[in-house]
């Protein structure tokens, strides 16, 4: 399984961004999908993630109300949309996949995208 992220850039604080993540081979629809993000000089860290039925989704406390999760089956995609972002949102942005259970955990994860770089400026 191959996971491309793309979507990011540069962005003004209070500005929003959709990241996208496209799979292919593997069973995509049969994966749960997840978010994560990884700021200079720190560890990868959740931002959120979602059940492979579409229909839970979870999210770290820092983006809740402000970030949502969404996937399309039939296009082998995940989405984050980015709203109200702020400057500590700034990171490179990973989608993952897990066949199991995803959950938080980037160790329950099996497929890790390249990243997308975003930077939200002051």
């Known amino acids: 399984v191959q996971l491309q992220a793309f979507g990011g850039g540069t962005v003004p604080s209070g500005g929003s961004l959709r990241l996208s993540c496209t799979a292919s081979?593997?069973?995509?629809?049969?994966?749960?999908m997840g978010w994560f993000r990884q700021a200079p000089g720190k560890e990868r860290e959740f931002v959120a993630a979602?059940?492979?039925?579409?229909?839970?989704?979870y999210y770290t406390d820092s983006v809740k109300g402000r970030f949502t999760i969404s996937r399309d089956n039939a296009k082998n995609t995940v989405y984050l949309q980015m709203n109200s972002l702020k400057v500590e949102a700034t990171a490179v942005y990973y989608c993952?996949?897990?066949?199991?259970?995803?959950?938080?955990?980037?160790?329950?994860?099996?497929?890790w995208g390249q990243g997308t770089e975003v930077t939200v400026s002051s």
């Open positions: 993952a996949g897990a066949r199991s259970y995803g959950s938080s955990r980037p160790g329950n994860y099996e497929y």
């Open positions: 081979g593997g069973t995509f629809y049969s994966y749960d």
């Open positions: 979602i059940h492979w039925s579409g229909g839970s989704t």
